[in-house]
């Protein structure tokens, strides 16, 4: 494995845990601060989060990969919203979970993302 695959590997298993540490703290803050709908939505949207990121992995490396790209990655990557924002839909329209802690949720991977970027500029090789 090259350096480049390892630094890659290392950065999206950083952005694997911040996510995780994200979701969980933001769940049991919204839980504390608002109840237990609010702490059901983010950790609702959280979740639908790291799928999200965990589909456009798999879209990624199938694109990128030497062998032809399997129908099955690319159908998932073009019905991913369709399909998280439908589930979103059913369960927040027919239950008590605040919408407005799902949306806070689904920027847990953009949190992320953040995070990874200040850590390599702060720890940047030179």
């Known amino acids: 494995m090259e350096d480049d695959e390892r630094f890659f590997e290392r950065a999206l298993g950083r952005i694997a845990k911040a996510m995780f540490a994200i979701g969980a703290g933001g769940t049991i803050v919204a839980t504390a601060w608002r109840g237990w709908e609010w702490g059901a939505g983010f950790a609702l949207g959280a979740t639908a989060s790291w799928l999200n990121f965990r589909w456009l992995k798999q879209l990624v490396v199938a694109l990128g990969s030497k062998r032809p790209t399997r129908k099955r990655v690319l159908a998932l990557a073009g019905l991913r919203y369709l399909l998280l ?36 500029l702060v720890y940047a090789r030179t």
Do not use: D, K, P, T
């Open 85 to 120: 924002g439908g589930g979103l839909y059913v369960i927040l329209h027919y239950s008590r979970i605040s919408l407005q802690a799902a949306l806070a949720g689904l920027f847990v991977a953009a949190g992320a993302v953040i995070i990874e970027i200040v850590i390599q």
